[in-house]
């Protein structure tokens, strides 16, 4: 396996490759596993890939993406990139409030409380890249 840092967008990540033959590339970006398809008399540098993926509109701890448990610490629902934090520590949110956006595959995810309570800690800053279940927020 071998790693590439390319720009997607505006934003250089880590592509690890996971194989390659005549007719397929398979990689990793951020956990997230992909297989491509190469069309006849395409060569490998040339390449473009496009992945196209549904934006939801509001994804919070609740749910599918997530644990079932909430245990105070809301997590990251998919790996990928710290947009815009909306709450600082000690700031009182209600169910359903807006805490942080994370850009996932050039779309926007919008982050809410699951529950009302107390600010108690931001793990994250924007810019920052997270995994799939990271730490964000710690509601008390």
């Known amino acids: 396996m071998r790693e590439y840092r ?3 967008g505006e934003k250089s990540r880590t592509v690890l490759l996971l194989e390659k033959s005549a007719d397929t590339i398979s990689f990793e970006i951020a956990g997230e596993k992909f297989s491509v398809k190469i069309a006849p008399g395409e060569n490998y ?5 496009s992945v196209a993926r549904p934006a939801p509109s509001s994804v919070s701890p609740s749910s599918s993406l997530t644990s079932k448990v909430f245990d105070g610490t809301v997590r990251a629902p998919m790996p990928g990139f710290i947009a815009a934090v909306k709450v600082s520590d000690g700031d009182q949110v209600s169910v359903g ?5 994370i850009e996932a595959m050039k779309m926007e995810n919008s982050i ?5 309570g107390k600010i108690k800690k931001v793990h994250v800053r924007p810019g920052d890249e997270v995994l799939s279940d990271a730490s964000l927020i710690t509601i008390e």
């Open 97 to 101: 409030s807006p805490l942080l956006t």
């Open 45 to 49: 540098q040339s390449a473009s890939l």
């Open 6 to 8: 390319v720009t997607i």
């Open 112 to 116: 809410t409380a699951p529950r009302g």
